[in-house]
């Protein structure tokens, strides 16, 4: 038709175009009209209750309310909601395969939290002081840790940045969280002891002594663990090809997400926690036996871990170790806190800090100091170290 002309496609799109001007005309609740004086008016929604009628505007002539009119819509069309937005951002990185979709969930859970109210506003309605006014009034209202507000922050940064990136605002994300006025005393501390935190010189033979007496395949993956200091998601992800009969090379890491409440799925990633965990991770000679007995348990499999034709996910070494811990009569300690306790043997024994970092998968020696390394003495070596001090021996005087 086009090619006979019996279609003008400059029309065609005058045509298309008038009918999305009236589209957008006729979102306006209520319409125009004209007064005495031969003016064209209109009322605008109330900016606090679309129900109501705000604003009135005026002009002399129809076609320019009309115009008027299309161009707020439009405007307003465009203008989502602080929520939409974090939706678009998150659910386009899942897609686009920047984030696993447990790290999709998080960032969910965390907008659930604290964006319940704020999350209503309009996007172009934001200016630079009600983020940083937001932001700091979470630290106090919810009693944030430094962590905490760091994933709040996190995200906020994220859809931020993605809506000046569509457009929807135009001042500079950076310069705005840079400027909040938030300092270490804000957050709220959470104080953890050492017996919290690792297995001390007294529970540590009795755990290790339980899981060589019971050697079963996820009492084994345990043991690997305090072994080497890898994670519980890297440990169920070991494939025997990552075995080379003197260490292990961490290449994946297993990643869990919420299906609906109360179902969760495991799935492996084929890249480590983060850069830097992709490694070559050395087993003790004297603990060598450990993948000489995995591998009697299963030779064919692919994955090291399997039962039952069924890989082991992180949750069933996680809820066998604090079984273990219960059964022995020492605080209940995660995977992590293995973790914990074998950078702390490093740095009992001064291992080289690179060898640490190399073998804990950390890109700095300040963060396994800063967040890893424990006091494992007992209260009683502790209580014998400072007693041996001929300063401190000071005698009563009678």
């Known amino acids: 038709m086009l090619k006979n002309g019996i279609i003008d496609t400059a029309d065609v799109l005058e045509k298309a175009q008038e009918m999305k001007k ?3 005309i006729n979102m306006n609740p209520w319409e125009m009209y004209q007064g005495k004086d031969s003016c064209w008016y209109v009322y605008l929604p ?3 209750d679309s129900q109501k ?8 002539d129809k076609k320019d309310l009309e115009n008027f009119l299309a161009d707020y819509w439009k405007e307003k069309s465009f203008n989502p909601t602080v929520e939409e937005v974090f939706n678009e951002w998150n659910d386009r990185r899942c897609n686009l395969g920047n984030i696993a979709q447990s790290t ?12 319940t109210d704020f999350g209503k ?18 630290i106090g209202q919810k009693e944030l840790t430094s962590k905490a507000f760091s994933n709040l922050k996190s995200i906020t940064v994220g859809f931020l940045k993605y809506a000046k990136r569509e457009q929807y605002i135009s001042f500079n994300v950076k310069e705005t969280v840079d400027d909040l006025d938030v300092r270490d005393s804000t957050f709220k501390k959470t104080v953890k002891e050492d017996y919290e935190e690792v297995f001390d010189e007294l529970e540590l033979p009795k755990f290790t002594k339980y899981l060589a007496e019971n050697a079963d395949i996820a009492n084994l993956g345990i043991m690997l663990m305090l072994v080497t200091g890898i994670r519980v998601g890297e440990l169920a992800a070991l494939k025997w090809d990552d075995y080379d009969g003197n260490g292990l090379k961490i290449r994946r890491t297993e990643t869990r997400y919420q299906v609906k409440k109360g179902l969760n799925a495991y799935e492996i990633k084929d890249f480590p926690k983060t850069a830097a965990g992709a490694r070559y ?13 995995l591998k009697a348990m299963n030779p064919f499999t692919e994955f090291i871990f399997m039962k039952k034709g069924k890989r082991l996910t992180t949750v069933s070494f996680r809820n066998r170790q604090y079984r273990i811990c219960k059964k022995i009569g020492c605080y209940p300690k995660s995977p992590h806190k293995l973790r914990k306790t074998y950078a702390s043997l490093l740095s009992d024994y001064n291992v080289d800090p690179k060898m640490t970092i190399e073998q804990m998968g950390h890109t700095n020696i300040s963060c396994t100091q800063g967040h890893y390394f424990r006091n494992r003495k007992s209260l009683s070596t502790k209580t014998a170290i400072l007693s041996s001090i001929p300063e401190l021996q000071i005698a009563q005087k009678k």
Request: proline letters at 4%; hydrophobic letters at 25%; one cysteine or more.
């Open 22 to 24: 009236q589209e957008l």
């Open 46 to 48: 109330s900016e606090n």
């Open 53 to 60: 009628r705000g604003k009135r505007v005026k002009r002399k």
């Open 104 to 115: 999709h969930e998080r960032n969910q859970q965390t907008f659930n939290r604290h964006y």
């Open 121 to 138: 506003r309009k996007i172009k309605s934001l200016e630079p002081r009600d983020i940083q006014d937001f932001l700091e009034s979470e």
């Open 281 to 293: 991770v050395i087993i003790p000679e004297d603990c060598l036996w450990i993948m000489k007995k």
